[in-house]
């Protein structure tokens, strides 16, 4: 038979694993909620529109503010490949400071950056760059559900990103 110190030290050892489950799980929805809060903070700006794309994610949306319009004559498809250059941040950190929010992909201020093709964005960042033209720029926010498998801009679960954006060259699909 066990003894009492035995059933004590394993009710003790059984305590802190649940409760440590507890804090994770307390951990991962107060990042939820204020993401969502950081996100839906842009809702009032009469600078960002709300931009959907029929298909993806019901009713799911980004903001996004255009800067600069670029060439309306060219569309962005998603068969396309853009050199897409970029800058990443957390928006809660955007939203404390832009100034000192801390960048998670640096690359608007380079020369020259690899293309992409557009299928392989993140879902948020797909929607914009199939809204924008070559030459574009633009503020973009994408909520945490857009944001979900971004090899590119790694980050924990349930973060929203501000991206600012500008397109460079698109290339189209040969048709061979």
């Not at 939820?32 to 009713?59: C, L, M, V, Y």
């Not at 569309?75 to 950190?93: E, K, W």
Request: with cysteine; aromatic share 10%.
């Amino acid at each position: 038979m066990m003894n009492s110190k035995t059933i004590i030290a394993l009710g003790l050892i059984a305590l802190g694993v649940f409760s440590s489950c507890n804090e994770t799980v307390d951990v991962a929805q107060e990042r939820r909620a204020t993401n969502e809060k950081a996100f839906h903070a842009f809702a009032d700006s009469t600078d960002f529109q709300r931009i959907t794309q029929p298909g993806i994610a019901g009713n799911g949306f980004i903001y996004m503010k255009v800067t600069k319009k670029g060439d309306e004559q060219v569309g962005i498809d998603y068969t396309d490949a853009v050199t897409l250059f970029r800058d990443a941040y957390l928006t809660s950190d955007w939203i404390k400071s832009n100034l000192n929010a801390q960048h998670l992909r640096q690359t608007l201020d380079l020369n020259s950056i690899q293309q992409e093709t557009v299928a392989s964005l993140p879902t948020g960042l797909r929607i914009a760059v199939e809204h924008l033209h070559p030459g574009a720029e633009a503020s973009v926010v994408v909520p945490w559900y857009f944001n979900v498998n971004n090899a590119t801009e790694p980050t924990q679960s349930y973060t929203s990103l501000y991206y600012r954006i500008r397109i460079g060259s698109v290339i189209k699909p040969s048709a061979n």
